[in-house]
């Protein structure tokens, strides 16, 4: 289990644990990685919070064309396994998860589980959020590296 804050790893840790959770990914809404559980390859994961932020925008820019309110879960549901695919609002902005599970557990217990998740994501955020700045095109780079060696530990 990686993440770029590591306020983040608890709640995700009792999450994953509770859950039995195969994968989770917790991404912004623009597909940065925040954190992970079970990815073992940077491609992979990249592709993944990428596909998972489309998803996410394409349904509900849908539901705004259809004017019916947005889903906020995708869930899909195989033999041998499933994924939930869940975007919700924080103090942080608007974040995605991803999870993949086996057909031993449920999808309605996956989905008590997240709602946890987020209140104690919530809870976990530290008082004071860290000023923002200004991200140059020159440390994107850099910084993209830097988060891959912490998700990864490289």
């Known amino acids: 289990m990686r993440a770029i804050e590591p306020w983040v790893l608890q709640p995700l840790r009792t999450f994953v644990d509770e859950s039995s959770a195969r994968l989770a990914l917790l991404t912004t809404s623009s597909g940065q990685v925040v954190a992970q559980h079970g990815f073992h390859g940077a491609l992979d994961l990249m592709s993944i919070a990428a596909l998972g932020a489309g998803i996410v925008a394409s349904s509900t820019e849908i539901a705004v064309q259809i004017g019916w309110t947005p889903f906020r879960v995708v869930a899909h549901q195989g033999r041998a396994q499933a994924h939930l695919l869940s975007w919700f609002d924080t103090p942080r902005g608007r974040w995605v998860a991803l999870v993949v599970f086996g057909a031993e557990t449920k999808l309605g217990l996956v989905q008590v589980f997240m709602e946890q998740l ?36 490289r």
């Open 118 to 153: 987020v209140r104690d994501l919530v809870a976990a955020i530290p008082p004071e959020a860290p000023e923002k700045r200004e991200v140059l095109a020159a440390d994107f780079e850099r910084e993209l590296n830097a988060s891959l060696r912490a998700l990864f530990g």
